[in-house]
């Protein structure tokens, strides 16, 4: 391995932690398992609600799902970002070059904007759209929109992390 580069990123890197990252066999792979299951929870989480947010499964009221899930998604984020933050740290000059982590950084925050603007748009006037007599009909188009987003956003997400390891 050559040695840390300098400046914050080499400091990153050059941690006590950025090393053990690197030098501790058992170490990076473990952690790259915990992102893993971070992912598989929220993706299995969210996909319930993006679909139900398409159309499909009707009879379940969306905020009868999203209070069901939300929560779930919420505490997939307390395992992805701290193994996320770790194996960043191993290679942080080489990850914050890379044009796919940046990428993945921003389908992030383009995720969470999409999240934000549904709740504070869309979701407030779900007692009228996701009432018993409105849930025959499809939901709004700006709540299928939020859900079809979501979906192709994090599907890339994934993508992208996955392209770390080739890039
Ligand atoms: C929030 C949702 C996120 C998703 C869905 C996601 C997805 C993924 C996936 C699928 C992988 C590939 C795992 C593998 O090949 O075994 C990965 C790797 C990685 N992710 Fe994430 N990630 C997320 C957030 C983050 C965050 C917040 C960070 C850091 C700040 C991060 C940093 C990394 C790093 C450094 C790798 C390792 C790449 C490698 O060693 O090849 N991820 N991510």
Redesign the pocket.
């Known amino acids: 391995m050559s040695p840390a580069p300098g400046g914050a990123l080499g400091a990153l890197e050059g941690s006590s932690l950025g090393q053990a990252m690197r030098q501790w066999l058992w170490l990076?792979p473990s952690v790259?398992?915990v992102?893993?299951v971070?992912?598989a929870l929220?993706?299995g989480s969210i996909v319930v609600l993006d679909l139900r947010l398409l159309g499909l499964s009707r009879h379940i009221p969306v905020r009868v799902l999203a209070r069901h899930v939300l929560p779930w998604t919420a505490a997939?984020?307390l395992l992805?970002?701290p193994?996320?933050?770790?194996?960043?740290l191993?290679?942080a000059s080489e990850?914050a070059e890379s044009e796919v982590?940046i990428l993945?950084?921003l389908l992030?925050m383009g995720?969470g904007l999409n999240a934000a603007l549904f709740h504070s748009i869309t979701f407030r006037t779900a007692d009228v759209w996701d009432s018993e007599a409105m849930r025959r009909l499809p939901p709004p188009p700006s709540a299928r929109l939020a859900g079809a987003l979501s979906l192709l956003i994090?599907i890339s997400?994934?993508?992208?992390?996955?392209?770390?390891?080739?890039t």
Request: charged fraction near 10%.
């Open positions: 990076y790259e398992v992102h893993l971070g992912i929220l993706f997939s984020f992805i970002i193994s996320g933050l770790l194996m960043f191993a290679h990850f982590f993945k950084m992030i995720a994090w997400v994934i993508a992208c992390g996955r392209l770390l390891a080739y």
